[in-house]
């Protein structure tokens, strides 16, 4: 057979396969709500922008309603949008929608070795001991109040070390807020010079950017083909390695030195329990499973912080105003003379109220993580078959016209009522909601509100241009809603 006719034959299976499969996910499209018409292998990529899925898939949510269905890849997705739909989904159907969708970029590397990515017993039991093990480490109470505000006042020293020069404020934010997870995990923490900090900062930084950008998107769509083409997300791999460098040496350091009877940290209670379980051979409890368990906490507890500081600041200069009243008020009830205390938020409702429509306006993390369906269902009159990826937009919610009136503009008003008390708004999802709510929630709460008050207690934080100039439309957009890069002055009070 001369080359041609192999070329033809070649040609002739591709693009049977390509109609088989196309076959395929139309018939399987029909068994969802509708939605626009997918393309074979692209899906519907060409209708989404991928620089900002959320905004896009809200703006489809006009003419499809708050469930549909979108083809990302040839693989559909249920999107999920507005207050009343996502609280159906994810908190009164919480049991059908509480599985977790694929998340290849980092799925591939942990590979389910821990809570975040994995589904049934297993992460039922891990979840189960991560939030108590993180309970009994001191985490939601005063100890770690302490140790943010102790952190705090090493930020405040790295800050005066700027005097009142140009910086940009993220590698300093995220040596504050990582050495909190780290003090929480390991028991220590690092100076800023330090370079194993240093690492932990720039490859978890470096990530939160690529795993939102187009890259990281094609990734999770991609995952097989994306393997073996060079590109940015090669660096996502290769970071998430760095990490587990530094993680698997920790632990190692921690098993040379481990008392059973005395346990120091995070890592020392979950060596303890693997201990326990050595003899269970459907043990949960394996050292790749601490290492992929911290590698996680890590991601997960430093850059959606850091990125809430990054982009309030930036808010609060875009609006001076607002974060004078801020100023007023924390004069008004801490002073000067003593840092803020979780006990004084309920005496501040109009920073309370700030932060809380920072959260929202900023909605860090638009689409949540991916759901999964986990039976059979039924949602606004369709039928949801189970293992259906479910997408819940966040920032939909956050953007809902039932429940915002002008959703766009930035308003602490949003969440004060007009005598000034604090109002509460339940269309705020900031951490998800149902079985796979953020488990760092009340970490998170913490150091938001500590280091907010504590920064404007010492600092006025000014932009270098003009605040009119000032852009506060995100980049990335995918995992992560990321504030334009920006450089401050932060002039001492
Ligand atoms: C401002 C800070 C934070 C935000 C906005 C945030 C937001 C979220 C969101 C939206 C989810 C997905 C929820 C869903 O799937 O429905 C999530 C999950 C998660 N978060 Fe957070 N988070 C924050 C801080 C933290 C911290 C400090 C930690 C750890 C110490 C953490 C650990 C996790 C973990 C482990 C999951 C996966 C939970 C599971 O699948 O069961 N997060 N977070």
Redesign the pocket.
């Known amino acids: 057979m001369d080359f041609g006719a192999v070329l033809f034959l070649l040609l002739v299976a591709c693009i049977s396969y390509m109609i088989v499969m196309y076959g395929k996910m139309l018939q399987k499209r029909g068994q969802l709500p509708p939605g626009p018409m997918p393309l074979p292998i692209i899906g519907n990529l060409l209708q989404v922008n991928t620089d900002n899925i959320a905004k896009s898939l809200i703006a489809m949510s006009k003419k499809y309603g708050p469930v549909f269905t979108i083809h990302l890849g040839s693989k559909p997705n249920l999107v999920l949008c507005g207050y009343e739909t996502v609280k159906e989904a994810?908190i009164d159907k919480a049991e059908q929608f509480g599985g977790?969708g694929r998340f290849p970029v980092f799925l591939n590397f942990t590979k389910g070795n821990?809570?975040?990515?994995s589904n049934g017993e297993k992460?039922k039991e891990r979840?189960i001991f991560?939030v108590q093990t993180?309970r009994s480490f001191g985490?939601g109470n005063r100890s770690t109040e302490e140790q943010i505000q102790e952190e705090a006042h090493f930020l405040i020293r790295e800050l005066r070390k700027t005097s009142q020069l140009p910086f940009d404020p993220t590698l300093i934010f995220s040596c504050c807020v990582a050495n909190v997870?780290c003090s929480?995990l390991f028991g220590s923490r690092f100076d800023y010079e330090d370079k194993t900090l240093q690492t932990i900062v720039s490859t978890t930084n470096e990530n939160f950017h690529l795993i939102s950008s187009f890259w990281g998107t094609m990734y999770n769509i991609y995952p097989e083909i994306m393997d073996y083409l060079p590109g940015p997300h090669k660096k996502i791999f290769a970071n998430h390695e760095a990490l587990r460098v530094i993680l698997q040496d920790v632990v190692k350091a921690h098993q040379e030195t481990l008392d059973p009877d005395s346990p120091r940290d995070f890592i020392d209670a979950f060596l303890i329990k693997m201990e326990k379980e050595k003899n269970n051979p459907t043990t949960h409890y394996f050292t790749e499973s601490v290492i992929m368990t911290m590698h996680?906490?890590i991601n997960?507890?430093?850059d959606?912080?850091i990125?809430?500081l990054r982009y309030g600041f930036l808010i609060l200069m875009k609006y001076p105003e607002m974060a004078e009243k801020m100023q007023e008020e924390i004069n008004q009830v801490i002073g000067q003379d003593r840092p803020p205390a979780m006990e004084d938020r309920k005496k501040m409702p109009y920073t309370d109220a700030v932060i809380q429509e920072i959260?929202r306006f900023a909605s860090?993390?638009p689409l949540?993580?991916?759901?999964l369906v986990m039976q059979d269902t039924q949602l606004n009159g369709y039928k949801i078959p189970k293992d259906t990826t479910v997408i819940?937009v966040?920032a939909s919610v956050h953007h809902d016209p039932a429940h915002y009136e002008k959703p766009e503009v930035f308003d602490p008003r949003n969440f004060l009522k007009e005598n000034g008390c604090i109002k509460k708004n339940d269309a705020l999802?900031?951490?998800?909601?149902?079985?796979?709510?953020?488990?760092?929630?009340n970490?998170?709460r913490m150091?938001?509100f500590l280091f907010f008050t504590i920064l404007l207690q010492n600092f006025t934080f000014q932009p270098l241009g003009s605040r009119e100039d000032i852009n506060l439309t995100p980049t990335g957009g995918n995992l992560g809603n990321l504030p334009q890069p920006y450089q401050c002055c932060a002039i001492p009070r």
């Open positions: 994810l977790r821990e809570m975040a990515f992460w979840r991560v993180m985490v997870i929480i996680t906490l997960a507890g430093t959606t912080i990125t809430t959260q860090i993390v949540a993580l991916p759901h819940p966040l999802m900031i951490f998800g909601a149902g079985k796979r709510i953020c488990p760092g929630e970490l998170a150091e938001i």
